[in-house]
């Protein structure tokens, strides 16, 4: 049997969880096969870190999953992964179904190739109902791109009369990203050996922990998400505060 985490008072309960999925090429390359086996694989473990994250009672799953920079890749690789988004979400439904797992995507859909974007918008669309796990799949996401994003927006509104500049503030910016309704994630876990955020979450990261890992996502497992998170009960989250 493994050991619970351990719980240490000062740290906030982990409700909302973030994975940059980083290391499928690598996986694949140490074992002489395409790239895209390492996403296909990486595609499998995503389907076990929603276990592993239903089983822990944590309520919100951001995984990145395409960047507003993984366009600059190869053409076929790209292809390869929005057929494997459209794979998941056709093998899975079933699956997240039973568990209880609500789809939304985080980004610009409307530069997606338009078999993801419905695919993506349906599968949100039959999901809505469920409450156990949000699973939000970044995709055509970039932190800066959504900053931007929300940027225009509050200038349309100004110019709409309906805000005031002066009065923006932290609050008017968080409610113009793309899913406002979602809390910031608490802890963002980083597998593969890079240490960085790339884009990531960059307005909602701001106060979340940071784990690291040189496990490549396609090998990451319980084990390793049971050290995550009790890396993360370790935490004392002070939000620039004291003690
Ligand atoms: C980074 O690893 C990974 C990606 C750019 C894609 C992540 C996509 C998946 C895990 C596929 C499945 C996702 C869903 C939602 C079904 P990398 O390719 O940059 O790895 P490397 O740094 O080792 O080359």
């Not at 039973?98 to 039959?126: H, Q």
């Not at 940027?151 to 968080?174: F, K, S």
């Not at 809390?183 to 909602?204: A, H, K, T, V, Y």
């Amino acid at each position: 049997m493994r050991p619970e985490p351990e719980k240490n008072a000062t740290a906030a309960p982990l409700r909302h969880l973030a994975v940059i999925m980083d290391g499928n090429g690598r996986w694949a390359k140490r074992r002489l096969l395409p790239r895209k086996a390492g996403h296909r694989a990486g595609a499998k473990n995503l389907r076990r870190l929603c276990q592993m994250c239903g089983q822990a009672g944590i309520s919100y799953l951001t995984v990145y999953a395409f960047s507003t920079e993984n366009w600059k890749r190869p053409e076929d690789e790209v292809a390869t992964l929005m057929r494997l988004f459209i794979e998941f979400l056709n093998d899975y439904d079933r699956e997240m179904e039973s568990e209880g797992i609500r789809l939304r995507v985080l980004g610009d859909v409307s530069g997606l190739p338009a078999n993801v974007r419905e695919s993506m918008l349906a599968a949100e669309e039959r999901s809505r109902g469920r409450e156990r796990l949000q699973l939000i799949l970044a995709l055509n996401y970039g932190g800066r791109a959504e900053i931007a994003a929300a940027v225009n927006r509050i200038a349309e509104r100004v110019l709409q009369g309906e805000l005031i500049p002066g009065q923006i503030d932290e609050t008017t910016v968080a409610r113009h990203l793309y899913l406002p309704d979602v809390p910031d994630p608490d802890l963002i876990i980083r597998p593969s050996g890079e240490q960085r955020l790339s884009n990531f979450l960059l307005w909602q990261g701001a106060y979340s922990e940071l784990w690291f890992s040189d496990v490549l996502w396609p090998d990451f497992r319980q084990d390793d998400f049971d050290r995550a998170l009790a890396a993360y009960s370790e935490r004392e989250r002070r939000f620039g505060g004291l003690k």
